[in-house]
């Protein structure tokens, strides 16, 4: 986990990322939200970035949706620190999401981690730099659709705690959504 201030009373500590490939497919389904527009994405960006600023190392937190170009619906970061590479990362980050519809760290899993693994069973060729199976890209589903409409990345801390934070606030916006219907 990254370093963080723990007597920070705003601090909440994340859960362990599964490494399971079967288990991070249900955590990606279990937040299937009632319904997704700016305000939504608002929320969940605000509450990734509140729950991120206990943590010392910079990160950037990035959603949009699905369409090329991305419309982006909430784009920030939350120490200084961060550097364009983030920004590139938030990119490969978003496409594997997309053109898999699944979480990087599912990727990452599925191939062990191994990119040339992933580069050559995919057949990806010189497009595979296009692509990152690192932790921290993790699809919006809402229910009643097909596919994901949105992707979320975060970029900064370790790759597993990147898709966990996302993961968990997610969970909470839902539970908030639920609450309000």
Known sequence: ????????????ALGEAPRDIEEIARQERASVLPYWNASVAFQL????RTRLLSFDKPTVIHISTISTPPHVLFH???????????DFWVARKRNAVIRWQASTWQLHNKFEGDEEKFKTKLGLGET???YA?????????????????????VSGLKQWDDHQVVIEELADVLAKLERKA
């Open 45 to 48: 960006g605000c509450a990734l």
């Open 128 to 130: 595979a730099k296009e």
């Open 76 to 86: 920030s970061v939350t120490h200084s620190g961060t550097a364009l590479d983030n």
């Open 1 to 12: 986990m990254a370093p963080q201030d723990v007597a920070n009373p705003e601090f909440k």
């Open 133 to 153: 199976i690192h932790g921290g890209g993790v699809p919006v589903f809402v229910k009643n659709v097909e596919g994901p409409v949105a992707v979320v990345v």
